[in-house]
C-alpha cells in the first residue's frame, strides 16, 4: 500500500531489530501446522510402515491388541454425524441468519445476535452434558438405548447452529444494497429478491459457512463422545450407537500402547486430513478476488 | 435492504408471506433451542451453586464438596495459555498488517491450524509437551498446547484490528520522522487495543471451553495444584469425568457447568471494560 514510505524514512537500527524479531516470531508461528502433522506423521509411522495403510480400512475389524486395526467403521460414523448435523442445521441456521437480517424488527435482531454469540460461546462439554442427561433420556424412552447416532446428530447439529448463522449472517450483510434495491425497483417482493438476488450473491459465502461447519463437526470430540454410546459398528438404523474417530483417541489413548497407539495416531492423521481438505475448500470459496489477498505490506 | 420491498405494494405476494412466516418460525425454533440449553444449565446449575462450591475441595471423588482445585487449576491453564499465546499472536498479528509483502502463506496456514481439531493438539500436546520436552502431565504442558490451538484465533482478530486503523497515522508518523518502533508502540497498538482485546477474549473463551485437548496434556488429577508443573484438572474435564465417570455426579456437572458458563460470560464484560479505559489514557498521553 504505503510501501514508498520506505524511501522517506529509512528504518532506524531499532526498527531493522523489531522487524527481525516479528520475522522469526512470524515464522515460528507459521510452523506450528506443519511442525504438526510431521509430530503426527512420525507418531503414526511405526504402524504405517509395519502393517501398511491398507489394512488401516480394510481389515477385518478394530482389535488393536489384536493387531487388527479397522478405522472405518469409525470414519463412517464420524461422517455420518457430521452430515446428519449438517443436513439438520444448515436449512435451520440459513433461514435463521435470513429472518435476523431482513426479517426481524430491529430490537428483536439484536436480541437473538447475542443470543446466538451466547450460544457460539458455550463449551462444546455442555452441550455434551445436555446431550447426556436430556437428550439421551428422551431418545432412549422413544427407542432405546437413546445413546445413538441420532442423538450425536442432535446434539451437533445444536452446537454448529450458532457457527452456521454467525457466518451466513455476515456473508449476507456484504451482499450490495445497490442489488437489493435494483431488486425492489424490478418489483420482486421480499422473497423474490431473497431467492434470485440475495442468494446466488452471497453463494461462495454461504457454502464457506457450510464448510467450516462441517469441519467443526468432524473434529468434535467431547460432546459427541458423551452421547454417542461409543461401539464400534456401522450403524443400522440412526438408534443404534456410533463410535467416532476423535471420540476412539480420546476413549483409548490412556492405555494404547505400541501399534495401537500408532494406530491412534493415524487416525488423528486422517483427521487432520480432512479438516485440512475442509479448510482448503472454504479458503477458496472465500477469497473471491485475489488481488486483496496480495496486497503489499504497507511497510514492505 | 429486502425491506424495501415491503414499500412496493404490487410486490407483497402469497409467497412473501409464507417466506416470512417460515423464517420466522425457523428463528423462533434455533431461539427455543439455545434456550433449552441454557436454562437447561441455569435450573439444574443453581440448585449446586454456594459459596462452598467455589471454595472447598471436592470429596467422594466429586459428589460433594466444591470445584476450588479446578479453578485454580484452570485460571493456572489459562494464564500459562495467554503468557505463551499473546506475545506471539500479537506480534505475528503486526507483520501480517504492517510488513508482509504478502503474508497468504501464513495466512492460510493459520486459517487450516483455527480449523484443527482439538483433540488432533491433544495428540500433539501429548507427544511435543508432556513427552518430548519432559513437561509430564502438567499445568504447563496443557497451557502450551492450549496457547498452540487459540493462536490463529487470537492472530487473526489482532490483525484485523491493526488494519482497521486509517493510514494517517502512518503517513504522520512517517513525516514527523517518528521510528516505526516507537509508532507501533505510542500509537497503533494503543489505538488497536480494544480489538487487540477482543482477539484476546476470543482466545480465552475458545481455552476456557476447550476439553479434548486437556485430556492427555494437563490430566485429571483433582487435587490443588502447587506449582504449574503439577497436574491440574480444568473445569471441562471436571464436567466432562462427573458426567460419565461418576455415578450421580450429574448435580457436580450442572454446578461446574453454571460456573463455568458465568466466568466466560463475566471475563467479556471486565475485559471490554479495561481495554476502552486503557486505550483512552494510552492516546492521551500519546
Given at each position: 500500500?504505503?510501501?514508498?514510505?520506505?524511501?522517506?524514512?529509512?528504518?532506524?537500527?531499532?526498527?531493522?531489530?523489531?522487524?527481525?524479531?516479528?520475522?522469526?516470531?512470524?515464522?515460528?508461528?507459521?510452523?506450528?501446522?506443519?511442525?504438526?502433522?510431521?509430530?503426527?506423521?512420525?507418531?503414526?509411522?511405526?504402524?504405517?510402515?509395519?502393517?501398511?495403510?491398507?489394512?488401516?480400512?480394510?481389515?477385518?475389524?478394530?482389535?488393536?491388541?489384536?493387531?487388527?486395526?479397522?478405522?472405518?467403521?469409525?470414519?463412517?460414523?464420524?461422517?455420518?454425524?457430521?452430515?446428519?448435523a449438517l443436513l439438520i442445521a444448515a436449512p435451520l441456521g440459513w433461514a435463521c441468519a435470513a429472518y435476523a437480517v431482513y426479517f426481524a424488527p430491529r430490537r428483536l435482531a439484536a436480541w437473538l445476535q447475542k443470543l446466538i454469540a451466547l450460544a457460539a460461546g458455550i463449551p462444546s462439554?455442555v452441550y455434551?452434558?445436555w446431550g447426556?442427561?436430556v437428550l439421551?433420556?428422551?431418545?432412549?424412552?422413544?427407542?432405546?438405548?437413546?445413546?445413538?447416532?441420532?442423538?450425536?446428530?442432535l446434539v451437533l447439529a445444536v452446537m454448529i447452529l450458532p457457527t452456521i448463522i454467525l457466518l451466513t449472517e455476515s456473508a449476507l450483510r456484504s451482499v450490495p444494497r445497490?442489488?437489493l434495491?435494483?431488486?425492489?425497483?424490478?418489483?420482486?417482493g421480499q422473497w423474490?429478491s431473497l431467492r434470485?438476488v440475495v442468494v446466488?450473491a452471497a453463494r461462495?459465502g454461504l457454502l464457506a459457512a457450510m464448510?467450516l461447519a462441517a469441519?467443526r463437526a468432524?473434529?468434535?470430540?467431547?460432546a459427541?463422545?458423551?452421547?454417542?454410546?461409543?461401539?464400534?459398528?456401522?450403524?443400522?438404523?440412526?438408534?443404534?450407537?456410533?463410535?467416532?474417530?476423535?471420540?476412539?483417541?480420546?476413549?483409548?489413548?490412556?492405555?494404547?500402547?505400541?501399534?495401537?497407539?500408532?494406530?491412534?495416531?493415524?487416525?488423528?492423521?486422517?483427521?487432520?486430513?480432512?479438516?485440512?481438505?475442509?479448510?482448503?475448500?472454504?479458503?477458496?470459496?472465500?477469497?473471491?478476488?485475489?488481488?486483496?489477498?496480495?496486497?503489499?505490506?504497507?511497510?514492505? | 435492504m429486502v425491506r424495501a420491498a415491503q414499500?412496493?405494494?404490487?410486490?407483497n405476494?402469497?409467497s412473501d408471506r409464507i417466506a416470512g412466516k417460515s423464517l420466522t418460525l425457523a428463528a423462533l425454533l434455533v431461539a427455543a433451542l439455545i434456550l433449552w440449553v441454557v436454562v437447561d444449565v441455569l435450573w439444574?446449575?443453581?440448585?449446586?451453586?454456594?459459596?462452598?462450591?467455589?471454595?472447598?475441595?471436592?470429596?467422594?471423588?466429586?459428589?460433594?464438596?466444591?470445584?476450588?482445585?479446578?479453578?485454580?487449576?484452570?485460571?493456572?491453564?489459562?494464564?500459562?495459555?495467554?503468557?505463551?499465546?499473546?506475545?506471539?499472536?500479537?506480534?505475528?498479528?503486526?507483520?501480517?498488517?504492517?510488513?508482509?509483502?504478502?503474508?497468504?502463506?501464513?495466512?492460510?496456514?493459520?486459517?487450516?491450524?483455527?480449523?484443527?481439531?482439538?483433540?488432533?493438539?491433544?495428540?500433539?500436546?501429548?507427544?511435543?509437551?508432556?513427552?518430548?520436552?519432559?513437561?509430564?502431565?502438567?499445568?504447563?504442558?496443557?497451557?502450551?498446547?492450549?496457547?498452540?490451538?487459540?493462536?490463529?484465533v487470537?492472530?487473526?482478530a489482532?490483525?484485523e484490528?491493526?488494519?482497521?486503523?486509517?493510514?494517517?497515522?502512518?503517513?504522520?508518523?512517517?513525516?514527523?520522522?517518528?521510528?516505526?518502533?516507537?509508532?507501533?508502540?505510542?500509537?497503533?497498538?494503543?489505538?488497536?487495543?480494544?480489538?487487540?482485546?477482543v482477539?484476546?477474549v476470543l482466545?480465552?473463551g475458545r481455552?476456557?471451553a476447550?476439553?479434548?485437548?486437556?485430556?492427555?496434556?494437563?490430566?485429571?488429577?483433582?487435587?490443588?495444584?502447587?506449582?504449574?508443573?503439577?497436574?491440574?484438572?480444568?473445569?471441562?474435564?471436571?464436567?466432562?469425568?462427573?458426567?460419565?465417570?461418576?455415578?450421580?455426579?450429574?448435580?457436580?456437572?450442572?454446578?461446574?457447568a453454571l460456573?463455568l458458563l458465568v466466568?466466560l460470560i463475566g471475563i467479556n464484560a471486565?475485559?471490554f471494560?479495561?481495554?476502552?479505559?486503557?486505550?483512552?489514557?494510552?492516546?492521551?498521553?500519546?
Amino acid at each position: 500500500m504505503t510501501s514508498w514510505l520506505a524511501s522517506i524514512s529509512p528504518p532506524s537500527r531499532r526498527d531493522r531489530w523489531l522487524q527481525w524479531c516479528l520475522r522469526a516470531t512470524a515464522w515460528v508461528v507459521g510452523g506450528i501446522l506443519l511442525f504438526l502433522l510431521l509430530f503426527l506423521l512420525r507418531e503414526a509411522w511405526p504402524v504405517l510402515r509395519d502393517v501398511g495403510l491398507m489394512p488401516l480400512f480394510d481389515d477385518p475389524s478394530w482389535h488393536p491388541t489384536e493387531g487388527r486395526y479397522n478405522l472405518l467403521p469409525m470414519l463412517a460414523g464420524t461422517l455420518y454425524a457430521a452430515v446428519g448435523a449438517l443436513l439438520i442445521a444448515a436449512p435451520l441456521g440459513w433461514a435463521c441468519a435470513a429472518y435476523a437480517v431482513y426479517f426481524a424488527p430491529r430490537r428483536l435482531a439484536a436480541w437473538l445476535q447475542k443470543l446466538i454469540a451466547l450460544a457460539a460461546g458455550i463449551p462444546s462439554v455442555v452441550y455434551g452434558l445436555w446431550g447426556l442427561v436430556v437428550l439421551v433420556p428422551l431418545i432412549a424412552a422413544y427407542q432405546p438405548p437413546g445413546a445413538s447416532l441420532i442423538a450425536a446428530v442432535l446434539v451437533l447439529a445444536v452446537m454448529i447452529l450458532p457457527t452456521i448463522i454467525l457466518l451466513t449472517e455476515s456473508a449476507l450483510r456484504s451482499v450490495p444494497r445497490e442489488l437489493l434495491h435494483g431488486a425492489a425497483a424490478l418489483g420482486l417482493g421480499q422473497w423474490g429478491s431473497l431467492r434470485r438476488v440475495v442468494v446466488p450473491a452471497a453463494r461462495s459465502g454461504l457454502l464457506a459457512a457450510m464448510v467450516l461447519a462441517a469441519a467443526r463437526a468432524l473434529g468434535e470430540t467431547m460432546a459427541v463422545l458423551m452421547v454417542a454410546g461409543n461401539v464400534v459398528q456401522f450403524p443400522a438404523t440412526v438408534w443404534d450407537p456410533i463410535r467416532t474417530l476423535s471420540a476412539n483417541i480420546a476413549l483409548e489413548m490412556a492405555y494404547a500402547m505400541d501399534h495401537h497407539r500408532a494406530a491412534l495416531f493415524a487416525s488423528g492423521l486422517v483427521l487432520a486430513l480432512l479438516v485440512i481438505a475442509l479448510m482448503l475448500m472454504a479458503a477458496c470459496l472465500h477469497s473471491p478476488c485475489p488481488a486483496r489477498e496480495s496486497r503489499r505490506g504497507r511497510w514492505a | 435492504m429486502v425491506r424495501a420491498a415491503q414499500r412496493n405494494p404490487s410486490a407483497n405476494s402469497v409467497s412473501d408471506r409464507i417466506a416470512g412466516k417460515s423464517l420466522t418460525l425457523a428463528a423462533l425454533l434455533v431461539a427455543a433451542l439455545i434456550l433449552w440449553v441454557v436454562v437447561d444449565v441455569l435450573w439444574q446449575g443453581a440448585g449446586r451453586l454456594s459459596w462452598e462450591f467455589v471454595t472447598t475441595a471436592p470429596s467422594d471423588v466429586g459428589r460433594a464438596g466444591g470445584i476450588a482445585p479446578m479453578l485454580v487449576a484452570t485460571m493456572l491453564i489459562l494464564a500459562v495459555c495467554l503468557a505463551a499465546a499473546t506475545p506471539m499472536a500479537i506480534a505475528t498479528a503486526i507483520w501480517l498488517a504492517e510488513f508482509a509483502a504478502a503474508g497468504r502463506a501464513l495466512r492460510l496456514s493459520l486459517d487450516v491450524l483455527a480449523g484443527m481439531p482439538s483433540i488432533v493438539f491433544g495428540l500433539f500436546g501429548y507427544v511435543f509437551f508432556v513427552h518430548m520436552l519432559g513437561l509430564g502431565f502438567s499445568i504447563l504442558a496443557g497451557g502450551l498446547t492450549l496457547a498452540c490451538m487459540v493462536l490463529p484465533v487470537v492472530t487473526r482478530a489482532c490483525e484485523e484490528s491493526l488494519r482497521a486503523l486509517p493510514d494517517g497515522y502512518r503517513l504522520g508518523c512517517a513525516a514527523l520522522g517518528v521510528s516505526r518502533a516507537a509508532t507501533l508502540w505510542r500509537l497503533q497498538l494503543p489505538a488497536a487495543m480494544p480489538g487487540l482485546a477482543v482477539g484476546i477474549v476470543l482466545g480465552i473463551g475458545r481455552a476456557l471451553a476447550e476439553t479434548a485437548a486437556l485430556l492427555y496434556t494437563s490430566g485429571y488429577v483433582d487435587r490443588m495444584p502447587t506449582s504449574f508443573s503439577d497436574s491440574g484438572r480444568a473445569l471441562s474435564i471436571h464436567i466432562f469425568d462427573m458426567s460419565m465417570n461418576v455415578p450421580g455426579g450429574d448435580r457436580g456437572a450442572y454446578g461446574t457447568a453454571l460456573v463455568l458458563l458465568v466466568m466466560l460470560i463475566g471475563i467479556n464484560a471486565v475485559v471490554f471494560a479495561i481495554s476502552t479505559w486503557w486505550s483512552e489514557t494510552r492516546l492521551e498521553q500519546a
